[in-house]
């Protein structure tokens, strides 16, 4: 049950909503051309010509060419495929061991277990209380078995950005494939593969404002994982099946609108994002921010506050018409605190207090002080019922990170 009318969405790292001019042209794109693609005849060439323009928007974006892009059905399947299609593909040569990060996102975990079930070996890297990936770290584990790295460019909870640069030239270093999952960060910050020196980089449309059910995985000339779907030519023979034409043409738009206006977008972000956790840090008492501020996607807010359970929170801000999360919408079905927080050493108890607000281009500062004000609002109220918070507030409260 709402209390008000209007609805503040400031859960953007789950997913966006579609912008007016790439529903537009993906509207376009599904009314009009009726062909597929692959087929030799005029309405067959319309398809194309929306697929060409995607792919080419979608390199330009982040400064490779058109064919080192492939479409996927989402961010999870370009996790999936540069996984498991290179430990299909370097097992051959005994290499079958694989270092990724404790933080990552479900995508890369779970393949990496499916891997480990198959006889795999994984080593997962620890996280700095401040929420990163330590180049050195990651050295020390390569081994000459090692099949790739992959770490997570932003992570989706804490907003993190790690050093995949200086990570990727270690993989070079010792000739291993390095893979990023790119999907918080594409659209929010400036990428440029070549710069960046990674093998594969992974990226999902609905987080910058396309629609849903479109990824794409950038993989470097040169580079050949397995392929996870075979059958037709499509996608340079590497992933089969029909193209998803309207989603294709418009994860290009989103992500050329997206990167011209990158400067502005990140400003705005940034002022929205600062505000708000200098504002809840002021006002609200032992309220911590998780995750370093430096280095930190321009939209993310993830705050703890102890004494309360994030559902709680999470509810009470649904009656005010705030969508936010907590820790990590994936996390919305399971009990278990969030393993990103766990990662960076903040206690299970409040863990479970912690809550993600993350801000869009949309957002305006008028939600920002909306939030802020119904934050501290509630948060005094549901304290004072709360018995975790009674019981500790005579007692010395000791919220320190366990590392
Ligand atoms: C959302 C997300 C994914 C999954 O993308 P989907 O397109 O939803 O499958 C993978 N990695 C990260 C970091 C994400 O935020």
Redesign the pocket.
């Known amino acids: 049950m709402r209390i008000v009318e209007k609805i503040v969405y400031l859960d953007n790292?789950a997913t966006t909503p579609v912008a007016p001019e790439v529903l537009e042209v993906v509207t376009k794109a599904l009314s009009g051309a009726c062909g597929n693609p692959s087929s030799h005849y005029s309405v067959g060439y319309e398809a194309k010509e929306f697929v060409d323009t995607g792919r080419a928007q979608v390199a330009k974006a982040i400064n490779c060419q058109p064919g080192e892009i492939f479409f996927t059905g989402?961010?999870?399947e370009a996790?999936n495929w540069a996984i498991k299609g290179t430990a299909l593909k370097l097992a051959k040569k005994g290499k079958k061991h694989l270092i990724t990060s404790q933080f990552e996102?479900h995508?890369v975990l779970h393949s990496m277990k499916a891997l480990e079930r198959e006889g795999f070996e994984v080593t997962y890297l620890p996280i700095t209380s401040d929420g990163f990936v330590r180049p050195e770290d990651v050295e020390a584990a390569i081994r000459p078995d090692t099949a790739l790295v992959t770490v997570?460019m932003a992570n989706?909870e804490i907003g993190t950005i790690q050093p995949i640069k200086e990570i990727a030239a270690v993989c070079k270093k010792h000739g291993v494939w390095c893979h990023t999952?790119a999907?918080?960060a594409v659209g929010a910050i400036p990428i440029d593969v070549q710069d960046l020196g990674v093998d594969m980089l992974s990226m999902?449309g609905?987080?910058f404002n396309a629609p849903k059910g479109i990824?794409a995985l950038y993989i470097r000339r040169g580079i050949l994982p397995y392929n996870l779907i075979d059958g037709g030519g499509q996608e340079g023979r590497r992933r089969a099946g029909t193209e998803n034409v309207a989603g294709i043409a418009g994860i290009g738009k989103a992500l050329e609108m997206a990167t011209g206006h990158l400067e502005e977008k990140m400003a705005h972000q940034r002022e929205l994002r600062d505000y708000t956790i200098n504002r809840i840090l002021k006002n609200i008492p032992l309220a911590r921010l998780n995750g370093s501020w430096e280095n930190r996607l321009p939209g993310n807010v993830n705050i703890s506050f102890p004494g309360l359970e994030g559902e709680t929170i999470l509810l009470d801000l649904d009656m005010h018409g705030i969508c936010a999360s907590t820790g990590s919408a994936c996390n919305s079905d399971s009990l278990d605190p969030s393993h990103v927080l766990l990662s960076i050493g903040l206690p299970e108890e409040i863990g479970h207090g912690s809550m993600r607000f993350t801000f869009g281009p949309q957002n305006t500062m008028e939600e920002a002080e909306y939030l802020c004000q119904t934050l501290e609002e509630i948060i005094p109220r549901r304290r004072a019922m709360s018995c975790m918070w009674l019981q500790n507030e005579n007692t010395v409260r000791d919220f320190n990170l366990k590392k």
């Open positions: 790292a989402c961010g999870s996790d996102h995508a997570m989706n999952d999907v918080q999902s609905h987080k990824g």
